[in-house]
């Protein structure tokens, strides 16, 4: 635990600068990236296995947590691709290093350029829909209706 | 006589290990990437919506090899590379080699397993069941 707690405190005082400030959020965006990416594929494989979860689960990410997640995860996709893409350059081209400093402010602004108007109009849609929803907006959908649903599809393929 | 002007070049030989490839399969990985899955949620969250996400969506999407095709690479890089990101980051914190080994072993079965069970699903969902479905759940469930 203490050794953690050192981890983590040196990890945000380590003074690598703009470097490694784009190291750390290059880690967190891709963490974060990676534990919506497993949920993510395992729930569409369902759309195959089980139709019913699977529906169930698409209307659950409808609700307003799951939509302000969806544009966190917007935002770390742009940023980590971006500057993946720096880290690939340099590594390739360790002649540029000598721009890794304003390689890594670049895109970051490149980040905040393109993530901007992308965040608004999926927040300003999510709250178009949410307000058209009402009350229903917050509603968490039951898994028992969808189930019920895909067993009367059962039975009407099967009559 | 070396000079300070002079560029001083020194060959590093490079072993042909896992690691290596490893290391380069992130880079060509990540630059597939750019390309997969910056156009997918472009594709999924911007042009279209989860907000409108139904079944229907995924029956028709699906309905075309080519959909099936990119989704096919998207899953098999995305989760190779997010789950070897995620062995780079465990193995800076986790030095005890007797820990590491089987996370690395649980790593790559779980890389393996997911790849094969959503690959399967992508490979063999039915469309026309799935609309068939879908009808009838937009009866039963209300605001659907």
Same mark, same amino acid.
């Given at each position: 635990?203490?050794?953690?707690?050192?981890?983590?405190?040196?990890?945000?005082?380590?003074?690598?600068?703009?470097?490694?400030?784009?190291?750390?959020?290059?880690?967190?965006?891709?963490?974060?990236?990676?534990?919506?990416?497993?949920?993510?594929?395992?729930?569409?494989?369902?759309?195959?296995?089980?139709?019913?979860?699977?529906?169930?689960?698409?209307?659950?990410?409808?609700?307003?947590?799951?939509?302000?997640?969806?544009?966190?995860?917007?935002?770390?996709?742009?940023?980590?691709?971006?500057?993946?893409?720096?880290?690939?350059?340099?590594?390739?081209?360790?002649?540029?290093?000598?721009?890794?400093?304003?390689?890594?402010?670049?895109?970051?602004?490149?980040?905040?350029?393109?993530?901007?108007?992308?965040?608004?109009?999926?927040?300003?849609?999510?709250?178009?829909?949410?307000?058209?929803?009402?009350?229903?907006?917050?509603?968490?959908?039951?898994?028992?209706?969808?189930?019920?649903?895909?067993?009367?599809?059962?039975?009407?393929?099967?009559? | 006589?070396?000079?300070?002007?002079?560029?001083?070049?020194?060959?590093?030989?490079?072993?042909?290990?896992?690691?290596?490839?490893?290391?380069?399969?992130? /880079?060509?990985?990540?630059?597939? @990437? *750019? #390309?997969? &899955? !910056?156009? =997918?949620?472009?594709?999924?969250?911007?042009?279209?919506?989860?907000?409108?996400?139904?079944?229907?969506?995924?029956?028709?999407?699906?309905?075309?090899?080519?959909? /099936?095709?990119?989704?096919?690479? @998207? *899953? #098999?890089? &995305? !989760?190779? =590379?997010?789950?070897?990101?995620?062995?780079?980051?465990?193995?800076?914190?986790?030095?005890?080699?007797?820990?590491?080994?089987?996370?690395?072993?649980?790593?790559?079965?779980?890389?393996?397993?997911?790849? *094969?069970?959503?690959? !399967?699903?992508?490979?063999?969902?039915?469309?026309?069941?799935?609309?068939?479905?879908?009808?009838?759940?937009?009866?039963?469930?209300?605001?659907?």
């Amino acid at each position: 635990m203490t050794s953690l707690l050192i981890t983590l405190r040196e990890s945000i005082r380590y003074r690598g600068r703009s470097g490694h400030y784009s190291w750390i959020a290059h880690r967190l965006s891709g963490l974060a990236i990676l534990g919506f990416l497993v949920l993510h594929v395992w729930d569409t494989a369902n759309a195959n296995y089980a139709p019913g979860l699977y529906a169930w689960s698409i209307d659950l990410f409808k609700h307003p947590f799951f939509a302000v997640g969806e544009i966190g995860i917007m935002a770390a996709v742009l940023y980590h691709a971006f500057n993946g893409i720096r880290i690939t350059i340099l590594d390739f081209k360790p002649e540029w290093w000598k721009y890794q400093r304003s390689s890594a402010i670049f895109v970051f602004i490149l980040f905040v350029v393109l993530f901007a108007p992308i965040g608004i109009y999926m927040f300003d849609e999510f709250l178009h829909r949410c307000t058209e929803a009402g009350a229903a907006c917050w509603k968490i959908p039951r898994v028992s209706d969808y189930r019920e649903a895909y067993r009367l599809y059962l039975d009407t393929r099967g009559g | 006589m070396a000079t300070l002007s002079e560029k001083t070049v020194r060959t590093v030989e490079q072993p042909r290990n896992l690691e290596r490839y490893a290391y380069l399969f992130m /880079r060509f990985s990540g630059i597939a @990437l *750019l #390309i997969l &899955a !910056v156009g =997918h949620m472009m594709i999924q969250h911007v042009l279209n919506s989860s907000g409108n996400l139904t079944i229907q969506f995924v029956a028709d999407q699906w309905n075309s090899w080519g959909w /099936r095709t990119y989704d096919m690479f @998207l *899953l #098999i890089f &995305a !989760v190779a =590379h997010g789950v070897n990101g995620l062995r780079n980051v465990l193995e800076d914190y986790i030095h005890n080699d007797k820990i590491m080994a089987p996370i690395k072993i649980f790593l790559g079965i779980f890389i393996v397993v997911t790849i *094969l069970w959503a690959g !399967v699903a992508i490979a063999t969902f039915d469309s026309a069941q799935a609309r068939e479905f879908h009808k009838v759940l937009s009866e039963a469930v209300q605001g659907n």
